[in-house]
């Protein structure tokens, strides 16, 4: 019965992400907290299980993503290089730090930040390109800080790097596919991140590896994959501009639940 559930949402979350191009982190992290909190899972540490296995989830649906933009040339990866080290580094710290806070803590920093990155995304606002990249230590500190908040909303980070690489010049379609490709590593540390910081927690669910729920995870997986393509078909058949806000507006919702659950 969950296992079809997931894989309906995993569905859903693969449609949107090849709509809107929307990694499904944010979007599945409230999801999967209300499905873990009514099967009871680990009732301590379900914010960190829907974490985990979001996270996890964008390994492999970013992976796909930066194949097809690699293949089309739409990936610049000096930037890659330059900007991947801090945002490694900053998710490594955010997961593994996430095992010593609390539930409530979690829930409300996740909102938090996905009240900002829906913000921006319902305003539409796209920052006036003509500034050049910065030095090699302004990005890795911007990197270090968005490494940092993707680790808390296990995202791969684009709603952050896309508008910054905008700024610097990058025409959109590099910046979309070279901030899918900062994604994949970011998401990887993260994933490990949060396996180790619960490795040894007690109580966690049978098919567990570390916080990440194997079950939900396989199943978002097979079934995001599936989906994916459909979505990005309709994109150029589709008002995106308007289903991003509406996009927005759900994110908004699922935010608000999530802290109203916790709190």
Same mark, same amino acid.
């Given at each position: 019965m ?10 859903v979350?693969g449609?949107?992400a090849g709509?809107?191009g929307?990694?499904?982190?944010m979007?599945?992290v ?8 009514a ?5 301590? /540490?379900?914010?960190?299980? +829907?974490l985990?296995t ?9 992976s796909?993503?930066?194949?097809a933009? /690699?293949?089309l040339g739409?990936?610049?990866?000096s930037i890659?290089?330059?900007m991947?080290?801090?945002m490694?580094?900053?998710s490594?710290l ?14 409300l920093g996740? +909102?938090l930040i996905?009240?900002g990155?829906?913000?921006?995304m319902?305003l539409? *606002?796209?920052p +006036?390109?003509g500034r050049t990249?910065?030095?090699p ?16 909303v296990?995202?791969g980070g ?12 990058? +025409?959109?379609?590099m910046a979309?596919?070279t901030a ?7 998401a990887?540390v993260g ?7 619960g490795? *040894?927690v ?9 916080f ?14 599936l ?8 994109? /150029?058949?589709l008002p995106?501009?308007?289903?991003k806000?509406v996009?927005?507006l759900?994110?908004y919702?699922l ?8 709190w």
């Amino acid at each position: 019965m969950w296992l079809i559930a997931y894989a309906l949402t995993g569905a859903v979350v693969g449609f949107l992400a090849g709509l809107l191009g929307i990694g499904g982190g944010m979007t599945l992290v409230p999801v999967f907290s209300a499905m873990f909190q009514a099967q009871s899972l680990s009732v301590d /540490h379900t914010v960190h299980l +829907a974490l985990a296995t979001a996270m996890a989830s964008v390994v492999f649906t970013s992976s796909s993503s930066v194949l097809a933009h /690699h293949r089309l040339g739409s990936v610049d990866w000096s930037i890659v290089r330059r900007m991947a080290p801090g945002m490694v580094a900053g998710s490594l710290l955010s997961t593994l730090a996430a095992g010593w806070l609390s539930q409530r803590v979690l829930a409300l920093g996740f +909102a938090l930040i996905v009240y900002g990155g829906a913000t921006q995304m319902l305003l539409g *606002r796209k920052p +006036a390109p003509g500034r050049t990249l910065p030095g090699p230590l302004p990005m890795t500190a911007l990197g270090l800080g968005i490494g940092v908040i993707c680790g808390l909303v296990s995202a791969g980070g684009a709603f952050l790097t896309v508008p910054l690489m905008l700024a610097w010049g990058v +025409a959109m379609r590099m910046a979309i596919g070279t901030a899918a490709a900062v994604g994949v590593p970011v998401a990887v540390v993260g994933m490990a991140g949060y396996v180790i910081s619960g490795w *040894r927690v007690p109580n966690l669910p049978e098919y567990s590896l570390g916080f990440v729920y194997l079950p939900a995870l396989l199943a978002i997986v097979a079934a995001s994959v599936l989906t994916a393509p459909f979505g990005a078909r309709l994109a /150029h058949k589709l008002p995106v501009a308007t289903m991003k806000r509406v996009f927005a507006l759900l994110l908004y919702l699922l935010a608000t639940k999530m802290v109203v659950s916790y709190w």
